[in-house]
């Protein structure tokens, strides 16, 4: 009874937000980490060790950055080149942010973009990375309650950004593997119609995490269109823009509406960061860039919760202010991408597993489909945990992505170096053959009691057959049993 | 289209507080450029005590090109993102704010979440401890930003605890007693007490028998108590600095888990630009959710890796906190010996980057409308930026806060010189003829008609 009372007084010493668990944490996204973290690989300390596949970060240009930084003292305050810019920096609070840093960033973001576009300084706001971006443009754009369409799979992070403590809510706008995981109008509607709550934006992700695939001009046309239609806000999260690698072309959605010529501009805001494209998530850089003028005011002062330290800024605006080293950074940035991408699925390629077709982002989308016992997000799970401790790689299950389908992991790839990838690989091809080893014992077994198999390659999820040992999902007897590519 | 807290206007900026600075920043005082700009005294910062810093900088090159033994950390701090924050700033944060409280108190860096300034941190504690349409109880008068960080997003209100100049502000049973009843009378379920220590805008420490009052009766109401130590390096004359740990040490309450205290290098170490804040707490679930929380505001891994070295050295940050006490009360004996000369009085303070002067006897009348008129004398035709008592919450009109550490020594004369210019000349017009007076009513009517009728803004005649 003590206890109760306890717990129960303590529940009412502290808000409901900090006393519940709209953090999201509590996600299998985290618990991943959370493995990594115990035992994390080293290729010499530690080679057993789990290998970090769940966090997109872009550690592949680190020497490019760490040059730069040492052939210019200058962008440092602490450097003999530097200190007598050390007071003005210091004391420099000012919510608008350094005019030299708005103005880097504002060539930077028009370089991503190829140029096609121009970014104006004055509209670029501060934020505490794009988590706080994503944060304060729910607070202005929605009140408690309303709604944000959000097509799915979606990055974690935006259950805890968008909501947790705005009161906001996300409506899940349902993409399927059949047309390759595109937004369509239809599935747009029937979300906004079958909304329970006041729906006041779309939020996209383009670059998409988690699956790496770009939006086409008619898309983006398209999304802009139905939000104009509505009446509700566009919110397009860029912060993969220079990960295109390949043939992929990235389109912002600053570009489309300069070909919407009656477009409703105050419905339009992009949330930036220099997180992912140059990898520098320690820095906290985040950037609102809205086309309303009440946004970019109000969003500005509630930077204030969340300003970019004025040493980062000082150092940032003359790192992005140097063209060449921009340009040169960039050019390589993709190449690098596009090189370990290529390594990661050509080498998947040859275990038969199947990805989808995407040229962007720092992961890809692994289809596992075939794997699972039965299509169902606890055999997902079951999966995943033998991934995460058996195989030892930390990969993030496609259902805290909240993707419609079991079966498919976002994996990471921009975040170790070749040695890393290889073990990975090598991890990948020794759990392979041991389910071909299984799944050929399991078909012999089966032959015996002349039991049929369905021939087909493709998958059928109706299938209700179930399996007495091991979590394998029936497949074509076939040797040496491929996984199936999902066909795009 | 847009949110409540958009079309409310209720980020209370249009306080005049802000509207001083905006007219500050339309034309700004240079010694040489602008002679004749407005003088910044409504902004407190401490610029007294850089070359300390410079100097450390200059003899410490290693920190510079982010070497640290020969290896490259820029790798390592430009992908560290961990809202635990760099173990080796958290205990030199530890170890710095020990020494700014005599040791008295010992600081775990486990209890610490780093936030990105102290405005982060004020509203990141709201978010924790209080449910919107909840309420803290805050000793007026008080910093003006509080009615943003802490009411803004978080729907939190705040109940003023009145403290008046005739018992030297100080916090009294009463009237802790009575803004709890106010706060009832109002249907607001008080969360707790938040106080500055120094205060802002008071420059006066809380004294160990108010922190001992205040501790009583949080504990007896079992509520919080949040003290906001912000200046507590600034303290420059007796009593000495008592942070509400000390006190709750004393009454073996160290561990109490309604106590927590918001700190930030702004201030003590004039750094405001690097967005260091921060909360610690002896309640984890409270340390636990603000951390998390702390992913919306984190501070630069730069910043943290430059800091963690600058903090570590001990002898610097002796040395640098002895002189730069010893700056800030000569500044302070100079401001008020200055004001002295005009016949104009303040408040006895020990701590902080500004005082709190009395200018009762310059309103034409004792009401706020008086004080408001002359802070827009003071402010387009004096040319001080000073802040009224009123964006601090005062209950009495004729206070303003009036900072002297963001300047130089040449500045602060120039201040003083037009203080004293302008007292004489209102004493001359008390003594002179219509005439004066008639220009002077109308100019000031028209000032005050544009202020009462446009509270979005401050329109100066361009007139030195």
Known sequence: MVALTAEKQDHNLLSRMAAGDGHGENSAYFDGWKAYEENPFHPIDRPDGVIQMGLAENQLCGDLMRKWVLEHPEASICTAEGVNQFSDIAIFQDYHGLPEFRQAVAKFMEKTRNNKVKFDPDRIVMSGGATGAHETVAFCLANPGDGFLVPTPYYPGFDRDLRWRTGVNLVPVTCHSSNGFKITVEALDAAYENARVPVKGLLITNPSNPLGTTLDRDCLKSLVKFTNDKGIHLIADEIYAATTFGESEFISVAEVIEEIPDCNRDLIHIVYSLSKDMGLPGLRVGIIYSYNNRVVQIARKMSSFGLVSSQTQHLIAKMLSDEDFVDEFIRKSKLRLAERHAELTTGLDGLGIGWLKAGAGLFIWMDLRNLLKTATFDSEMELWRVIVHKVKLNVSPGGSCHCHEPGWFRVCFANMDHQTMETALERIRVFTSQIEEESLKLTKQMAKKKKCWQSSLRLSFKDTRRFEEGFFSPHSPVPPSPLVRAQI | ?464
């Open chain 2, 1 to 464: 289209m847009l949110s409540s807290k958009v079309i409310n206007e209720s980020h209370g900026q249009d306080s005049s507080y802000f509207l001083g600075w905006q007219e500050y920043e339309k034309n700004p005082f240079h010694e040489t450029l602008n002679p004749s700009g407005i003088v910044q005294m409504g902004l407190a910062e401490n610029q007294l005590s850089f070359d300390l810093i410079e100097s450390w900088l200059d003899d410490h090159p290693e920190v510079l090109g982010l070497k640290k033994n020969e290896e490259s950390v820029f790798k390592h701090l430009a992908l560290f993102q961990d809202y635990h924050g760099l173990p080796a700033f958290k205990d030199a944060m530890a170890k710095f704010m020990e020494k700014i409280r005599g040791s008295k108190v010992k600081f775990n860096a486990n209890k610490m979440v780093l936030t990105a300034g102290s405005t982060s941190a004020n509203e990141t504690l709201m978010f924790c401890l209080a449910n919107p349409g909840d309420a803290f109880l805050i000793p007026a008068p008080y910093y003006p930003g509080f009615d943003r960080d802490l009411k803004w997003r978080t729907g939190v209100e705040i109940v003023p605890i009145h403290c008046v100049s005739s018992n030297g502000y100080k916090i009294t049973k009463e009237a802790l007693e009575d803004a709890y009843e106010r706060a009832h009378k109002l249907n607001l379920n008080v969360k707790g007490v938040l106080i500055t220590n120094p205060s802002n805008p008071l420059g006066t420490s809380t004294t160990r028998g108010e922190l001992d009052l205040l501790l009583t009766f949080t504990s007896a109401k079992k509520i919080h108590m949040v003290s906001d130590e912000i200046y507590s390096g600034t303290v420059f004359d007796s009593p000495e600095f008592t942070s509400v740990l000390e006190v709750a040490k004393d009454k073996n309450m160290d561990l109490d888990e309604k106590i927590h205290v918001v700190y930030s290098l702004s201030k003590d170490l004039g750094l405001p630009g690097f967005r260091v804040g921060l909360i610690y707490s002896n309640n984890e679930k409270v340390v636990s959710a603000a951390t998390k929380m702390s992913s919306f505001g984190l501070i630069s891994s730069q910043t943290q890796h430059l800091l963690a070295n600058l903090l570590s050295d001990e002898r610097f940050t002796t040395k640098y906190l002895e002189v730069n006490r010893k700056r800030l009360r000569e500044r302070r004996d100079r401001l008020v010996s200055g004001l002295k000369k005009a016949g104009i009085g303040c408040l006895k303070s020990n701590g902080g980057l500004f005082c709190w002067v009395d200018l009762r006897h310059l309103l034409k009348s004792n009401t706020f409308e008086a004080e408001h008129s002359l802070w827009t004398k003071i402010v387009c035709e004096v040319g001080l930026n000073i802040s009224p008592g009123s964006s601090c919450h005062s209950d009495e009109p004729g206070w303003f806060r009036v900072c002297f550490a963001n300047m130089s020594d040449q500045t602060l004369e120039v201040a003083m010189d037009r203080v004293h210019g302008f007292v004489e000349a209102m004493v001359m017009n008390t003594n002179h003829g219509k005439q004066k007076r008639t220009m002077w009513d109308s100019r000031r009517r028209s000032l005050i008609n544009k202020w009462v009728s446009k509270l979005s803004s401050v329109q100066c005649e361009s007139e030195r």
